[in-house]
């Protein structure tokens, strides 16, 4: 599976759960960490738990295993590491908190949308 693959992988899953707010990042040339940044929210902490067990099944299914997952139980940042991709699940005040999307603002917006409908 390509890099992309893993990424709609990543981003449809979290779609299932009603994520809010999908962006992708495109890291490339700009972190050492991963390619892609997936950054999305969720209004409850069981519907963040959802999401996130969502990515890591359905990336799982693909023959991907997660090198991390961090802040699960506490279901407020939720970051999973897929390899070339990484996805942060917030609460939504933390992301507002936390606002990745400003820290990260020199990185492209990858427009993943027209892939979802």
């Known amino acids: 599976m390509s890099e992309r693959e893993l990424l709609m992988t990543a981003v449809k899953a979290a779609d299932d759960k009603r994520a809010e707010d999908i962006m992708v990042l495109n890291m490339k040339g700009i972190s050492l960490i991963a390619d892609y940044f997936v950054i999305c929210h969720g209004n409850s902490d069981k519907q963040v738990q959802a999401i996130a067990r969502e990515i890591r099944e359905k990336a799982e299914e693909q023959g991907y295993n997660l090198k991390r997952i961090e802040g699960f139980d506490e279901a407020r940042w939720v970051l999973i590491d897929i390899g070339d991709v990484v996805v942060h699940v917030f609460h939504k005040e933390?992301?507002?908190?936390?606002?990745l999307e400003r820290l990260w603002g020199d990185a492209p917006i990858?427009?993943?949308q027209s892939e979802l409908n």
């Open 94 to 99: 933390e992301r507002i908190y936390y606002n």
């Open 110 to 112: 990858e427009n993943v």
